[in-house]
């Protein structure tokens, strides 16, 4: 979604913002902004497409910024933030929604709109608001007036900065005297890891080396936690894009989403034992590692069942008391699975990457696949990471951590192998999917979810239609969609005799088939081979991360912002 950033502090703000711009791009790149407190001042600057067509001119010792991924409003300069009030006395960047914007357009009927967005009535809402309160009171009643979600920074004329969020992350770096507000931590690192997380319906002012939150009318004190996440790793690192280096991280951060705390995994285990049923979801990507999470636990007698979190919420009035909610994401802010999670009163065990996320806070207890930062847009590192986890639980479950974490490492030798040994089969495949512009993956069981995945990374980074489904489907109607050269890949990880048996199916149609396995059949235009391995699904995944980053940039495609989409989706 969007990224917003805000500092003030003993710097020049300019560099703040436009160093911070650059690390929250990957959550939205339609358009981009910054407002500067250039006393007396506020100058802002807009521009269509990247953060770097910002200039950033001006000079000052506070300033926002903002990256957008549009809701309200199309992809013009107009629309991108900061947005001020008439005056241009308040600028306010802002990531979510505001539901009721129609409704105070109208009952702000005096003042001057420049854009469609929904963000605009809060600079001219709190600036009527300012013009009969203190600052305080005036946020305090402005806050009471929005609905929806929202994480905003804005700068006053008279020198204060500001931050208020609802069912949006936002987060305080602090420096000493300096401090910021993000979106997420990543644009402050390099300064300080140093966080505080503002809970809902906090508001804070920022006055010269003074930070005061409140909360209800009431001043109150949050915590200062440390963030042990480097600024290193936040950087491309040589590779060419985040991306690139986020897929050659894997054969690391697998092994380090095994090294949890024994306690943690114990405790995790018991909660599924203890729970009647365990319901697992996410989206997207997480969602396909719910699923497989879900197949995990029923190996080992849990009932569990496995649901993308946009359409759990309609069945979460089914879940009882007594139930198990395991809540997957990378980035613990998808709107669609916090939503999901307010609607259920069960126990929420989370797995997730990003700490102090808006999940992990909102859950009784929380596994950490310790990632790193994942930046590219589509999901690499996360996902292989996710499963190891889950699969470590489900070992967990079965009284075998031992034996689950020596597995899993074992899996995470290989990894480097299975890179090199495709590397050119790869090459060759992505060259041959420049002249095909749709494709099919099936597979079975755990291979379905990897159908999936691998569909989903292709689709998002090459723009090539591309659809998955359990094998046994095909002949149930998508096979009328097959004709001469329509490339179907296949997954052969479980019950490979029928999974072959359906590609054969499309192949005596005319297909091409691409298989991944332990072994090369006839039937096979190209092959991706992988080795024997009790987690091979971890394993399989990779060649078709960089298959489908190689068939993007052949494509002229910037695989770590793929067109319309953004990082971290915290709107429903
Ligand atoms: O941060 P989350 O794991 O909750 O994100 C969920 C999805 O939005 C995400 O996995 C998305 O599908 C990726 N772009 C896929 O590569």
């Not at 505001?98 to 409704?103: C, V």
């Not at 009647?276 to 979801?281: A, D, G, N, P, R």
């Not at 179907?488 to 005799?497: N, Q, R, Y």
């Amino acid at each position: 979604m969007c990224g917003i950033i805000g500092y003030k502090g003993e710097e020049n703000a300019k560099e703040k913002i436009a160093e911070g711009l650059k690390k929250l791009e990957y959550r939205g790149y339609d358009s981009a902004g910054a407002a500067i407190l250039a006393n007396p001042s506020i100058k802002v600057e807009k521009a269509e497409g990247s953060v770097e067509n910002l200039s950033h001119n001006f000079n000052g010792k506070a300033g926002i910024g903002h990256t957008r991924w549009a809701t309200h409003g199309g992809v013009n300069k107009a629309n991108a933030h900061p947005h001020t009030d008439t005056e241009g006395k308040i600028a306010v960047a802002h990531n979510g929604i505001i539901e009721n914007h129609s409704e105070l357009r109208e009952k702000l009927g005096e003042e001057k709109f420049e854009s469609e967005t929904d963000t605009e009535v809060i600079p001219h809402l709190l600036k009527k608001k300012l013009s009969e309160k203190k600052l305080e009171k005036a946020l305090k009643e402005t806050l009471s007036e929005l609905k929806g979600s929202y994480a905003v920074t804005g700068l006053i004329e008279s020198g204060e900065m500001i931050a208020f969020r609802k069912d949006s992350p936002l987060v305080i770096g602090v420096k000493e005297n300096s401090f910021f507000v993000a979106s997420d931590v990543m644009p402050f690192l390099e300064d300080t890891n140093k966080a505080i997380f503002l809970k809902d319906e906090d508001y804070a002012v920022i006055r010269d080396g003074e930070l005061k939150i409140f909360n209800s009318g009431k001043q109150v004190n949050r915590q200062i936690e440390e963030i042990d996440w480097d600024a290193g790793q936040a950087c491309k690192n040589g590779f060419e894009h985040f991306m690139k280096k986020e897929i050659h991280e894997q054969p690391e951060t697998v092994k380090r989403a095994v090294f949890q705390d024994r306690s943690d995994i114990e405790e995790a285990s018991k909660m599924i034992k203890d729970a009647k049923k365990v319901y697992l979801t996410g989206c997207g990507t997480a969602s396909y590692a719910a699923m497989l999470g879900a197949k995990y636990l029923r190996s080992q007698g849990i009932e569990a069942y496995a649901e993308q979190s946009h359409e759990f919420e309609y069945m979460a009035s089914h879940i009882d008391k007594d139930d198990l909610v395991i809540a997957v994401s990378q980035s613990g802010e998808t709107a669609d699975l916090l939503s999901a999670l307010k609607k259920t009163d069960c126990p929420v065990l989370s797995v997730t990457n990003v700490v102090g996320s808006t999940l992990a806070r909102n859950s009784d207890k929380t596994l950490y696949i310790n990632a790193g930062p994942e930046i590219g847009v589509a999901s690499t590192k996360a996902f292989t990471a996710q499963l190891t986890v889950l699969k470590l639980l489900s070992y967990a479950v079965a009284g075998e951590i031992s034996k689950g974490r020596s597995s899993l490492l074992e899996t995470a030798e290989k990894l480097e192998e299975v890179i090199k040994t495709n590397e050119r089969e790869l090459e060759k495949i992505s060259d041959y999917l420049l002249e095909k512009d749709q494709c099919f993956f099936i597979g079975r069981n755990k291979g379905r979810e990897l159908a999936s995945e691998a569909a989903l990374k292709l689709k998002e980074l090459s723009y090539i239609h591309a659809e998955a489904f359990p094998g046994g489907e095909f002949k149930h109607g998508t096979l009328s969609l097959i004709e001469e050269g329509v490339p179907v890949f296949v997954f052969m990880l479980d019950d490979e005799t029928n999974s072959l048996s359906n590609a054969v199916e499309a192949y005596s149609r005319g297909a091409e088939l691409i298989g991944c396995g332990l072994t090369r059949q006839d039937v096979f235009k190209y092959f991706i081979q992988v080795p024997e391995d009790d987690n091979r699904e971890i394993l399989e995944i990779v060649p078709f991360q960089i298959l489908a980053y190689e068939t993007s940039l052949k494509k002229g495609n910037n695989p770590d912002k793929p067109r319309n989409l953004a990082k971290s989706v915290t709107v429903k």
